[in-house]
């Protein structure tokens, strides 16, 4: 309980706090039922605070809360009070759950219990359970009610004439796991989401970020199945406008062997779904290892087939990312489909189809082993008339930054009697 009250300090008053380390003494020289009383105290007098500072609730007939602060004001009432209002279910200022109400009659019993000394017993464990009510429940325990309160917390960081945009939210994700019922959690989600694309409109590095700290820091494992659920099936793509932005979610969202192929085969074909994301979605599958490796040449030859950069789709350029994608089955295809192809290798293709293909290309180059074949058909292709420019822009980038791989060009062209394209020593 020490630990709980010192990460609470700046939320709990001076009068609660005493409550509580006195609770805590009576605990250590195990004077037990006077550590139950002061925990019950505690935990009463910060609900009254809570109302105290609170605006008055809508709908609350005439006098009703003047009434109630008028009381929690009085030293012989307030206790009383505090708890009426608690169990009041008819016509509740609180909005908590009846369990959460049940559960605080009971302990108001065994409050009596020690107060007037009852033959009930009263040991640690009264306490130790009590202590962990406090904890599990302390936050749901407001006028708003938990999810309400909570929402709002997160309104006022999320909106920067408040709070610096670089500001820490840890805290409020740690209260995610007390402050919310498992029967609202998809409700509070979907509001959350609300409320970020209010501040950051659609900005999903920042909602992915998000839902992967919540993910990795709440306990309540029933929440963080909602919120997995609630990502992967809000619609047919949220999950993968998220991923590229956290790659770790693929792992997170505990996709099953055929949600997996799925992605690959299916979800990620879709006419709005860009490039980028595409190839960022294939960069998590293969780094996490998710596709098993008697599926990987199949993957990446949808990955080839659907590859179209007449669309502006370009490859990303991130050379971890590039090493990742030119995996040898991914080579393999690009091989066997521009160099290898008997009846349609890259040198009779026409500037529309290579060009659609020319950061795969660049890629492939980069990656695998130049030979005769392949030098031999990009000689031939810069023979004919075809002029795939995008390609030619791309070799001649490869060939300044990786000079080794023009050398290895020119010295297959030499030993093969090859004339050297002359368009590959230009320069930008």
């Known amino acids: 309980m020490k630990g709980w009250l010192d990460t609470h300090k700046e939320k709990i008053s001076r009068d609660s706090k005493k409550l509580f380390e006195e609770a805590i003494l009576c605990y250590s020289i195990k004077a037990i039922r006077a550590s139950l009383l002061f925990s019950y105290l505690g935990l009463l007098t910060i ?3 809570r109302i105290i500072s609170a605006k008055e609730p809508e709908g609350l007939k005439e006098k009703r809360w003047e009434n109630i602060i008028k009381e929690l004001n009085d030293e012989d009432k307030w206790e009383k009070r505090v708890f009426g209002e608690l169990i009041n279910s008819s016509t509740p200022i609180f909005n908590i ?3 959460v109400r049940e559960q605080i009659k009971y302990w108001k019993d065994r409050r009596n219990d020690c107060a007037h000394y009852k033959e009930n017993e009263i040991n640690l464990h009264h306490v130790e359970i009590f202590w962990s009510f406090i904890r599990s429940n302390l936050s749901k325990i407001t006028i708003e009610g938990g999810k309400s309160s909570l929402l709002k917390k997160f309104a006022i960081h999320f909106d920067d004439t408040k709070t610096p945009s670089n500001a820490d939210y840890t805290h409020l994700i740690k209260e995610i796991d007390t402050a919310i019922e498992i029967s609202e ?4 989600f979907q509001e959350l989401l609300d409320i970020l694309r209010k501040s950051f409109w659609y900005d999903y590095k920042k909602e992915s970020y998000l839902f992967s700290q919540i993910l990795s820091t709440i306990e309540n494992i029933q929440i963080k199945s909602r919120l997995k659920i ?3 099936s809000r619609n047919n793509k949220y999950d993968l406008k998220l991923i590229p932005f956290n790659t770790q979610l693929t792992n997170e969202l505990d996709y099953s062997p055929q949600d997996i192929r799925q992605i690959w085969t299916t979800r990620l074909h879709v006419s709005d779904i860009n490039g980028s994301t595409k190839y960022m979605v294939y960069y ?7 596709i098993p490796v008697n599926q990987l040449k199949e993957a990446m030859s949808i990955f080839y087939n659907t590859f179209d950069q007449n669309r502006f789709n370009n490859l990303v350029q991130d050379a971890q990312i590039k090493r990742v994608l030119a995996n040898k089955q991914f080579l393999d295809v690009i091989y066997e489909e521009m160099f290898q192809d008997e009846l ?3 040198s009779s293709k026409g500037y529309k189809d290579i060009n659609s293909k020319a950061d795969l290309i660049q890629l492939f180059l980069e990656y695998n082993e130049l030979d005769t074949v392949i030098v031999g058909e990009l000689v031939k292709l810069y023979q004919s008339n075809t002029n795939p420019q995008w390609l030619t822009d791309n070799l001649i980038h490869l060939f300044q930054t990786k000079p080794e791989i023009q ?3 020119e010295s297959i062209c030499q030993s093969e009697g090859l004339r050297y394209p002359e368009i590959l020593n230009n320069s930008f």
């Open 407 to 409: 050398s290895r060009f």
């Open 47 to 49: 609900i009254k605070e």
């Open 284 to 290: 998590a599958l293969l780094v996490n290892d998710l």
């Open 344 to 346: 349609f290798p890259i």
């Open 97 to 99: 759950s009846d369990s």
């Open 230 to 232: 609630f990502i992967k």
């Open 185 to 188: 959690s998809d409700s509070f």
